[in-house]
């Protein structure tokens, strides 16, 4: 059996470039991406070689597939994996980019932001639209409703999260580097406004369900800053050990 | 809302060589020895504006028997696309030409 290991991805969405740049290093030591796995990649041992990596987002039918490889093996580009509409490829230094301009990169982003909207906005208006429902009904409904919104919300913020920066990533691409910017402060101001918001709301009326979700809004703050610190402070040390 | 803007390079390019059919692998190849590989389309680009040419209805699957080579040709819209935006193509030329020659007088 071949010898493989983990890394974990830094999210497409939110570090492309970054985990690229990560593949190509682990190559060089002699371990070449293999799969895509939970949250990161499957890495293979084998010999030492200098790969660049790229990515690649697009829904294919079945019979588009053999073309769109074709067009990345002609071009010097061997495909790596796929797994739903992301396709990873590699290729030796000198070979020419996958993207060679700035209207068809704009249309990768796109292609990227639009294949998370149609699952992932619907979703969190559901969310939102069951915290509501939480707030203004009583009883039994309330609870049931309650325990729906609390499950919905730890899938969806982190979610909302990630839409915004598929879309950020697009403005990048098209150039619009103010929109990028709000962009950046978007999330920390809606939490803030929030938890102000939520505050105000809860010293005046007692509801349960407005104290939970404030909890919950600082959790969700807390939580992923937790985890970024503690895996940034791990890479920091891990990079100065190797 | 595309059409009456002006073709990009790339798109210029792959319409300039689907005056012929030709598939994906000989659109690039086409592309690079004419221009002496001071041009290239990558793959992305090229999958990206073929499917885009084929929605404006500017080319046309012309032979699918090969799922992995398939061949595609200029549609009379399209041609005239192409023709259309040659001419601005010449006009620019033209300008940085005629510019240059006042330059060296």
Redo the contacts between chains.
């Keep these: 059996m071949s010898q493989t290991k983990y890394i974990m991805s830094g999210g497409l969405a939110f570090a492309e470039n970054k985990d690229m740049e990560k593949l190509r290093r682990y190559s060089l030591q002699g371990w070449h991406a293999s799969d895509f796995k939970f949250m990161g990649y499957t890495l293979e041992k084998g010999e030492s070689t200098d790969y660049t990596y790229?990515i690649?987002y697009?829904l294919l039918k079945d019979?588009e597939e053999?073309?769109?490889?074709?067009?990345?093996s002609?071009?010097g580009?061997s495909h790596v994996v796929s797994e739903g509409n992301i396709h990873l490829f590699r290729a030796y230094p000198g070979t020419?980019?996958?993207?060679?301009?700035q209207?068809?990169?704009v249309?990768?982003y796109k292609n990227s932001s639009d294949s998370m909207k149609n699952l992932a906005i619907p979703f969190v208006l559901l969310t939102v639209l069951v915290w509501v429902g939480a707030m203004i009904s009583s009883g039994i409904f309330e609870s049931i409703l309650f325990g729906v919104a609390v499950i919905l919300s730890i899938i969806a913020l982190p979610t909302a999260w990630t839409i915004i920066t598929t879309y950020s990533n697009k403005w990048k691409a098209e150039g619009k580097k103010g929109l990028v910017n709000i962009v950046k402060i978007i999330p920390f101001l809606v939490l803030f406004i929030v938890v102000i918001l939520l505050l105000i709301i809860g010293s005046i009326d007692k509801d349960p369900a407005i104290s939970l979700l404030t909890y919950m809004v600082a959790g969700a703050i807390a939580l992923p800053t937790a985890i970024w610190m503690i895996m940034s402070f791990y890479h920091k040390v891990r990079e100065k050990l190797n | 809302m595309k059409e009456v803007e002006q073709l990009t390079d790339s798109m210029f390019y792959i319409m300039a060589a689907l005056t012929k059919p030709r598939h994906g692998y000989a659109i690039m190849s086409l592309i690079e020895e004419t221009t002496k590989g001071a041009v290239a389309i990558g793959p992305a680009s090229m999958y990206t504006i073929i499917k885009k040419l084929l929605k404006q209805e500017w080319i046309y699957l012309h032979d699918k028997s090969d799922s992995r080579r398939k061949t595609y040709l200029l549609t009379k819209k399209g041609k005239k696309v192409l023709e259309e935006d040659l001419k601005i193509r010449k006009l620019m030329i033209q300008l940085a030409e005629n510019g240059l020659e006042e330059v060296e007088e």
């Design positions: 790229s690649d697009r019979d053999g073309e769109y490889f074709d067009f990345f002609s071009a580009w020419k980019p996958i993207y060679t301009d209207d068809t990169t249309e990768k």
